[in-house]
């Protein structure tokens, strides 16, 4: 009768102590699974990751337009890459200078989120410069932001983008818009779908906060 008992026991405390076993075994299986299910963490690139090619005249650049632009740009996370036709130092109406980052002709629009091409007397020189009129073509292809301010937007006017589309333009240039197809409008400040246009120096800041919005759209 002893024996049965003993025997008894010891059969109890091996079930229990396969039970326990088997229960710290599920335990583990089910630790590990959990770790597996949770997604490795990855560091937001945020808008920091996104390039903006701001295009400035050799000569004679809106320094206003240009600081206001780029600071407004830079506050948002944008990365401002400066692009003249020369590779020298631009130079502003009032003597900023600005050593470009790239020129022109070697600038790929589908390194940048959006094209910017700032105003100031000097921007004549652009109006018949094929490389910024194609490059402004392939930044509307892409359906990208592309924005000009003072009588920068003669240049997007002369490379056929801003036809049907509303814009302005510094006081004066009113005529190049429209024969470029471009529904002229006087307003200080013009959006249409991607497209942003200023008419100068006093409208900088709004304009600089509609590219950002523009941006952050695309």
């Known amino acids: 009768m002893m024996k049965r008992g003993i025997a008894a026991a010891v059969l109890l405390a091996i079930v229990m102590a396969v039970f326990l076993l088997a229960g710290c075994g599920a335990d583990k299986a089910s630790t590990g699974t959990a770790k597996k299910s949770q997604p490795e963490s990855k560091p937001s690139t945020g808008q920091s990751a996104s390039g903006v090619l701001v295009v400035l005249a050799n000569q004679g650049f809106s320094d206003i337009e240009y600081s206001t632009i780029r600071s407004a740009l830079e506050a948002a996370g944008y990365k401002v890459t400066v692009a003249n036709s020369s590779g020298s130092a631009s130079v502003g109406m009032d003597g ?12 790929k629009s589908q390194d940048y989120a959006g094209l910017v091409i700032i105003g100031g007397g000097g921007a004549e020189e652009y109006y018949d410069y094929q490389p910024l009129l194609e490059l402004s073509r392939e930044f509307a292809g892409q ?5 000009a301010i ?3 937007p003669v240049v997007l006017a002369n490379a056929g983008v801003l036809k049907g589309k509303n814009g302005t333009v510094f006081p004066g240039e009113e005529s190049k818009l429209i024969a470029g197809g471009c529904n002229y409008t006087g ?3 013009d ?3 991607k497209f942003v246009t200023g008419d100068g120096p006093p409208s900088s800041e709004p304009f600089a906060q509609a590219v950002v919005l523009s941006l952050k759209s695309n």
Not at 96 to 107: H, K, L, Q, Y
Not at 143 to 147: D, F, I, Q, S
């Open 150 to 152: 003072c009588i920068a």
């Open 143 to 147: 359906g990208k932001t592309v924005a």
């Open 187 to 189: 307003n200080p400040v």
């Open 96 to 107: 900023t200078s600005v050593e470009p980052d790239v020129v022109i002709p070697d600038a």
């Open 191 to 193: 959006v249409d779908g």
